[in-house]
Structure formats: structure tokens, C-alpha cells
């Protein structure tokens, strides 16, 4: 592993990550002293107390140096929820950068679920954050259709973590994908991290419904809207996840919706990491 993983290890203690399969893009440059150092800081920052314990899962040290993503930079994290990654982005990101937190459009139908779950974030995200005291770039938040054009080709990286189960099974994925392309410079970056179907796992079992969706599905997806596979990783695997609960990944940590004690030993889910870009 680069430089970045290897001086990250001792916040990510539980167990050593899988090694990466495949990168497909050209690597780019170890990180500097100063980028490593803005991981460390940003991942030591008391207001992550509460999320550490799911470091040893997530990874998040190697999953943004896998995503290429630097200080500085404009960056989107898609559909946040908590801010687990909020608290990780900011600060890393630094004065200098940009954090975008965005939820999908709501049309006028959207039910009262969807509303109270995804709308409001522009006014309901920033007052969160600010309750985390995070320093280092601003926060913004929208849902898609409430961004302006002038953020139209000014993000160098859109990052959505285990949502695209979401995107899919509420017919989202179309119009989504095609306004994060807009918002994406020509050569920014779109990372995705999701809960992984075993590969021959039936449809009904892979459609999203359960939080799992085969590897295969989740590229022809991004692929038939615009977009390009880059590189993949196994950083976020986890071979002890067997994918086939009957209520889903959410049996598993952090939900464990059945309680069930034999699944704690399994930790969170088997993931996929995959990074694109917009096709031309």
C-alpha cells in the first residue's frame, strides 16, 4: 500500500484492509507529507469519537486516497445521512476546499416518507453541521434540483457511500446520474462505495430492495449513464458476509435490526469500491 495507508493503519486497528484488486487508471503520485497529514488530523478530530469503532469497516483513510481525492478540492458527498463522512471530509478538505452535501430531487408527488427522509437538506444540513464544530471547508447542502448553474462543471469529486440500493429501487439512478455529470468537471471523478450481492445472487435478491446489488449491475448502471469505470478495489471487502439475510444487509452493523448473535462476528457488509469518470 502507498504512503497514506501505511502511516493510517494505527486508526484503523481492528483488522488490515483486503489489498487492492484491480486499478485500471494510471496511479497517480503518493500523497505529500501535508495531504497525509490532513488524514491524520481529520481523523483524530474529537468529533468522530462516536463514528471510529466503523473505521475498521469503512476504511476511510484508503477509500478517499483510492478516490484521489486532496485537500482543496471541491467535493460532493452524495445522499450524507448522519455525516459519518461529513466529519471526515471537512476537515480534510481544509479552507481551501469545498464540501456539497446533496440529496436527491423531490418532485411534487414525492411521498411524505421521502420528504421527511431526503428534502430540506439545504436548510436542515448545515445547522447539523455546524452542532459538530468541524473547521475547514464550508459546508454547503442541496437537493439536486435547488443547485445553482454556477456550480455546473466545478466539482472534482462526487463520492456516494452504500446508497446506490437507493438510487435504484426508487428509480432515482437516471436523473441523478445525469445531473452529477453536469456538476462534475471534465475530469472529476465519481467514487462509489456499495454493499455487494454475491455474483450469482438471484434478481429478487439484488434489486436493491435488500442493500445489495451485484458488482456487474452497479457498472452497466453508471455505464448506460454516461460514465466510465476507472479503477476497482477491494479496500471495503469483507469475504465473512455471506449477503443472503432475509431482512437484508441491515441485519448486520451497524443496524443489526434482528439482534442476532451469530452476525456480530461478521461486522458490516462485503463491499465493492469503484471509481469513474464522465465519458464524452
Do not use: C
Not at 501505511?6 to 481492528?14: C, G, I, Q, R, W
Not at 478540492?73 to 445521512?81: A, C, F, G, Q
Amino acid at each position: 500500500m502507498r504512503t497514506l495507508t501505511v502511516l493510517a493503519a494505527a486508526s484503523l486497528a481492528l483488522f488490515a484492509p483486503p489489498a487492492i484488486a484491480a486499478e485500471a487508471a494510471t496511479k497517480a503520485a503518493p500523497p505529500t507529507k501535508e495531504t497525509i497529514a490532513a488524514m491524520q488530523a481529520a481523523l483524530a478530530h474529537a468529533r468522530r469519537d462516536g463514528d471510529r469503532a466503523r473505521d475498521a469497516f469503512r476504511h476511510p483513510a484508503e477509500t478517499l486516497e483510492f478516490f484521489k481525492v486532496d485537500p482543496g478540492m471541491t467535493v460532493i458527498d452524495y445522499m450524507p445521512s448522519s455525516g459519518w463522512y461529513t466529519r471526515v471530509l471537512v476537515p480534510f478538505l481544509g479552507k481551501d476546499g469545498r464540501y456539497i452535501g446533496l440529496n436527491p430531487a423531490l418532485g411534487p408527488g414525492a411521498s411524505e416518507g421521502l420528504v421527511r427522509y431526503f428534502g430540506g437538506l439545504k436548510e436542515k444540513f448545515p445547522v447539523a453541521a455546524a452542532k459538530w464544530n468541524l473547521s475547514g471547508a464550508p459546508v454547503e447542502a442541496f437537493n439536486t434540483d435547488e443547485v445553482g448553474e454556477d456550480h455546473k462543471g466545478t466539482v472534482d469529486r462526487v463520492l456516494i457511500f452504500r446508497e446506490i440500493h437507493n438510487l435504484h429501487r426508487r428509480d432515482f439512478m437516471r436523473p441523478e446520474l445525469a445531473r452529477l455529470r453536469e456538476l462534475l468537471k471534465d475530469d472529476g471523478l465519481l467514487g462509489v462505495v456499495q454493499h455487494r450481492a454475491k455474483a450469482d445472487a438471484p434478481a429478487a435478491y439484488a434489486n436493491g430492495d435488500k442493500g445489495y446489488m451485484r458488482e456487474k449491475d452497479v457498472i452497466a448502471l453508471f455505464e448506460v449513464n454516461g460514465f466510465e469505470l476507472v479503477a476497482a478495489s477491494e479496500i471495503n471487502a469483507n469475504p465473512k458476509d455471506g449477503a443472503d439475510y432475509p431482512m437484508g444487509v441491515w441485519e448486520l452493523a451497524p443496524v443489526s435490526r434482528t439482534k442476532r448473535d451469530e452476525l456480530k462476528p461478521i461486522g458490516e457488509s462485503d463491499r465493492m469500491t469503484l471509481l469513474f469518470r464522465k465519458r464524452p
